[in-house]
Each structure stands twice: as C-alpha cells, then as structure tokens.
T-cell receptor, first 116, second 111 residues
Framework: EAQVTQNPRYLITVTGKKLTVTCSQN?????MSWYRQDPGLGLRQIYY???????DKGDVPEGYKVSRKEKRNFPLILESPSPNQTSLYFC???????????????FGDGTRLSIL | RKEVEQDPGPFNVPEGATVAFNCTYS??????FFWYRQDCRKEPKLLMS???SGNEDGRFTAQLNRASQYISLLIRDSKLSDSATYLC????????????FGQGTTLQVKP
C-alpha cells in the first residue's frame, strides 16, 4: 500500500530534550516536506527536500533541522524543543515538486507534539 | 494579508443542502490549485484539483477565476459524511513544490 508513515503519532516531552520525528514514504517520491498545523494559522511549511541530499527552508524553519540521506526518509529533528513548537506535524511527499503539475501531495497521519 | 484566505465558518447545513465555499489567493503567479479535505485534525487528503475550465466530481464542483484570483467549491446534496474542514490550497510558481494552505472552512452537515 502506498503511504507516508510518521512516527511517533503522539509525543509529550520536556523543553530542551532532543527529539526526532521520522517520516518514510514507499512511493519513490522525489519531493518531501514537513508542515506544522496550528489553530488559526493553517498548515505552514517547515522544510522541504527536492531529492536526496537537497533540502531547503520553508516558511517556519527556526528550531528545526532535517536530513535526506535516502530517498524514502525525511526525519524532522528538534535539537532543543521549546513550548512554542507544540503543534500537529505532517510529513508529505509527491513524485516531483513540479509547479505545473497537478499531482497531489500525500500526507502522513500526523504527529502531535507537546513540549512542556 | 494571508496568501490564501477562506471564511473559517462553521457552515451548519441540513442534509441535502447545497453549500458553496470560496477562497481568494494573493499571488497572481500561482499555477496549481486544489481543494483538500481534513477530518478532525487527521491528515489532509486531496479532494480535487481545480482547473480553469471548472471541473466536477460527483456532487462536487470546483471553479477557478484567475482574473479575480478566486476559487470555489460547490457541494450538492450534502451528506453527513461531508462534515469536515475544507482546505483551499495553492501551489506557487517558485517550483519549490510548496503548498500554501488556507485556514480551512468547517462544514457541519446535520440530519
């Protein structure tokens, strides 16, 4: 089954304790992206990756890191989490980032992070 | 001003009603347009792409007006299962693949 898998689904942790949210897709997609969703703000892009070893900042990258060592995986790293990073996070992938393509992005189930 | 604006609602309608959602976008260079559906803070799922000529998928009709930078979604014969948040989504011209999401419009269909 084609899917985007995120782990963990839920995490409660404390300020400053490094954490990683994993994201894996099995569709051989080139493009992967992380979003966070907050009430009243909608989904905002954190980082994206056009392909292996190619990553770039989205609209809200502060406090986050990513890596793309393999095509299928795109982990989101919070080196020193803070309470303002409490949010619902989604990983997404698509075949290519082509602006003129109407191909959809496929989203993972989401990870709900609470930073105390 | 937000890049993609939607009325957050909620829209409360009875079963069988026809309901329309609107969305405006600020970047005239935007190239691709979509409606996504999101249930109870679950993952967004593509409902339909939106084409300049307008397109229909069953009870759902999407329209795009480039001149007015306006996108619409019409749902006919509403079902209880249509209750969800509908996200207007725009992909820009920058070729970063970034999707720009509206805040979403919440629909509640009541029996």
């Amino acid at each position: 089954e084609a899917q985007v898998t995120q782990n963990p689904r839920y995490l409660i942790t404390v300020t400053g304790k490094k954490l990683t949210v994993t994201c894996s897709q099995n569709m051989n997609h080139e493009y992967m992206s992380w979003y966070r969703q907050d009430p009243g703000l909608g989904l905002r892009q954190i980082y994206y990756s056009m392909n292996v070893e190619v990553t770039d900042k989205g609209d809200v990258p502060e406090g986050y890191k990513v890596s793309r060592k393999e095509k299928r995986n795109f982990p989101l790293i919070l080196e020193s989490p803070s309470p303002n990073q409490t949010s619902l996070y989604f990983c997404a992938s698509s075949l290519t980032p082509d602006t003129f393509s109407n191909q959809p992005q496929h989203f993972g189930d989401g990870t709900r992070l609470s930073i105390l | 001003r937000k890049e993609v604006e939607q009325d957050p609602g909620p829209f409360n309608v009875p079963e069988g009603a026809t309901v329309a959602f609107n969305c405006t976008y600020s970047n005239s260079a935007s190239q691709s347009f979509f409606w996504y559906r999101q249930d109870c803070r679950k993952e967004p799922k593509l409902l339909m792409s939106v084409y300049s000529s307008g397109n229909e998928d069953g009870r759902f009709t999407a329209q795009l007006n480039r001149a007015s930078q306006y996108i619409s979604l019409l749902i006919r014969d509403s079902k209880l299962s249509d209750s969800a948040t509908y996200l207007c989504v725009v992909k820009g011209r920058s070729n970063t693949g970034k999707l720009i999401f509206g805040q979403g419009t919440t629909l509640q269909v009541k029996p």
